[in-house]
């Protein structure tokens, strides 16, 4: 059972470590695309994280009883499978029809608005007029960023692309609301982000046959084992630092935290991507994505404005 924070403390050490995880998981789309120009499919690239990630942490789970799924909670990882399957394929598919990675990272960091709004319907969160000035701001950054003037020059980046990053932003927000509701449950973040991972796993393999069959899809649904053994020591380190590592110390920050104050404090993770992305690929960061970006993490610092950490009680 992972020890609660006693009232009237303050849970700084959870924000940091949401913080801490953030900034690791911007490496997920720059890994993603180091992934694709490897000659990953899209289908290859979604379940390395989770598959991978489960396998590390399966042993722990074995040599350790209490950290081990019980049958109360098959419900949350059934939904994290099916919400994580949709994750995975949508935040990668931008990546994988070659929209920038710091466009991806900003549109799945409208992750921390849906957040307020599904945390208001499933866990009462409250919803204010400064909380709905935020998604107003927010709007009208995603709506910069998927113009065609963000393009670059003479290049429109795939409609299909940035509304799978969209979509994946919304899911991202359910991952943060079942992370809160498994960390209410008394889960140890370790047996949090094992379920999520192998559920995930599970949820892609079940869609493979779908997407392998539907013409849209069917040349990115490869899924071969042999990619995996040549690029071993990419896979680790991928899986270790930009999905394991970051995903334990977020599980373990929401045990403190309410969901929709872990979504706002994940927000280093699109600063982290387009700053990794320029660096490793040259990826230009054009004043379009620049003022799509403020706008959107902007809205994110009026949902921090006189933040206060909640504490479980």
Same mark, same amino acid.
């Given at each position: 059972?992972?020890?609660?924070?006693?009232?009237?403390?303050?849970?700084?050490?959870?924000? =940091?470590?949401?913080? &801490?995880?953030?900034?690791?998981?911007?490496?997920?789309?720059?890994?993603?695309?180091? $992934?694709?120009?490897?000659?990953?499919?899209?289908?290859?690239?979604?379940?390395?994280?989770?598959?991978f990630g489960a396998l590390l942490l399966a042993p #722990? $789970?074995?040599?350790?009883?209490?950290?081990?799924?019980?049958?109360?909670? &098959?419900?949350?990882?059934?939904?994290?499978?099916?919400?994580?399957?949709?994750?995975?394929?949508?935040?990668?598919?931008?990546?994988?029809?070659?929209?920038?990675?710091?466009?991806?990272?900003?549109?799945?960091?409208?992750?921390?608005?849906?957040?307020?709004?599904?945390?208001?319907?499933? #866990?009462?969160?409250?919803?204010?007029?400064?909380?709905?000035? !935020?998604?107003?701001?927010? =709007?009208? @950054? &995603?709506?910069?960023?998927?113009?065609?003037?963000?393009?670059?020059? @003479?290049?429109?980046?795939?409609?299909? @692309?940035?509304?799978?990053?969209?979509?994946?932003?919304?899911?991202?927000?359910?991952?943060?609301i079942l992370g809160r509701v498994s960390a209410l449950?008394?889960?140890?973040?370790?047996?949090?982000?094992?379920?999520?991972?192998?559920?995930?796993?599970?949820?892609?393999?079940?869609?493979?046959?779908?997407?392998?069959?539907?013409?849209?899809?069917?040349?990115?649904?490869?899924?071969?084992?042999?990619?995996?053994?040549?690029?071993?020591?990419?896979?680790?380190i991928y899986t270790v630092l930009v999905n394991v590592?970051?995903?334990?110390?977020?599980?373990?920050?929401?045990? =403190? $935290?309410?969901?929709?104050?872990?979504?706002?404090?994940?927000?280093?993770?699109?600063?982290?991507? !387009?700053?990794?992305?320029?660096?490793?690929?040259?990826?230009?960061?054009?004043?379009?994505?620049?003022?799509?970006?403020?706008?959107?993490?902007?809205?994110?610092?009026?949902?921090?404005?006189?933040?206060?950490? !909640?504490?479980?009680?």
């Amino acid at each position: 059972m992972v020890r609660r924070v006693g009232q009237g403390a303050t849970p700084w050490g959870h924000a =940091a470590a949401v913080m &801490i995880g953030a900034a690791l998981y911007g490496g997920i789309t720059v890994g993603g695309r180091v $992934l694709a120009q490897l000659g990953f499919s899209l289908l290859e690239i979604a379940i390395t994280g989770g598959a991978f990630g489960a396998l590390l942490l399966a042993p #722990l $789970l074995v040599w350790r009883r209490e950290l081990r799924i019980v049958r109360r909670d &098959i419900d949350i990882f059934a939904a994290f499978g099916l919400m994580g399957a949709v994750l995975q394929i949508g935040q990668f598919l931008g990546i994988v029809l070659g929209v920038p990675v710091a466009i991806v990272a900003l549109l799945l960091y409208t992750q921390p608005l849906w957040t307020v709004v599904l945390g208001r319907l499933f #866990l009462g969160e409250p919803i204010t007029a400064r909380k709905l000035g !935020a998604l107003a701001l927010a =709007a009208v @950054g &995603i709506l910069i960023l998927v113009g065609p003037a963000g393009s670059a020059p @003479g290049q429109e980046h795939s409609v299909l @692309g940035l509304a799978g990053a969209l979509v994946a932003g919304v899911m991202l927000a359910v991952w943060v609301i079942l992370g809160r509701v498994s960390a209410l449950r008394g889960n140890h973040p370790i047996t949090t982000t094992f379920g999520y991972q192998l559920s995930t796993s599970i949820g892609l393999l079940a869609l493979w046959p779908a997407l392998a069959t539907w013409p849209l899809f069917a040349g990115m649904s490869r899924l071969d084992p042999g990619v995996f053994i040549e690029n071993w020591q990419t896979v680790l380190i991928y899986t270790v630092l930009v999905n394991v590592a970051p995903a334990i110390l977020v599980m373990w920050g929401i045990v =403190a $935290l309410e969901a929709s104050t872990a979504g706002m404090l994940l927000l280093f993770e699109p600063a982290a991507a !387009a700053v990794a992305a320029s660096m490793m690929f040259g990826e230009a960061i054009t004043g379009q994505i620049w003022l799509g970006g403020v706008l959107i993490l902007g809205s994110n610092a009026v949902l921090l404005a006189r933040w206060r950490p !909640a504490l479980n009680r």
